[in-house]
């Protein structure tokens, strides 16, 4: 019983909450190659601008982008998409408001 309590009480939140539920995963994302004080601030400001249908864009590409350099390679042109293109447009265009 108190699960279930529990389960419906954390998807109620995130319901509310949408930003505050990813907002680790977008900052650890985005401070996946430069873990920086400035690239911190930054991405936690982009993290607070950034929401909705364009969050996720910016999160599959922010997935992309550092898989490839974690490699050492770019990211493979067949699988590099206009949405990682839009997704990474949109990060950098929050994260230069944030300066």
């Known amino acids: 019983m108190f699960k279930t309590k529990l389960a419906i009480a954390a998807v109620f939140a995130a ?9 680790d995963d977008f900052e650890a994302l ?4 430069d873990k920086s004080a ?3 601030k930054s991405c936690k400001c ?11 864009t910016v999160l599959d590409a922010m997935k992309a982008l550092n ?9 493979d ?9 839009k997704g990474a447009e ?3 265009t929050a994260q230069a408001t944030c300066m």
């Open 30 to 33: 985005c401070t996946g190659v």
């Open 90 to 92: 949109l990060l950098m």
């Open 46 to 56: 982009a993290s607070e601008k950034i929401t909705g249908a364009d969050r996720v």
């Open 38 to 40: 400035e690239t911190a």
């Open 67 to 75: 898989a490839a350099m974690a490699s050492g390679k770019a990211e």
């Open 77 to 85: 042109a067949a699988a590099a998409t206009s949405k990682h293109a």
């Open 15 to 23: 319901a509310l909450f949408p930003a505050v539920a990813f907002a």
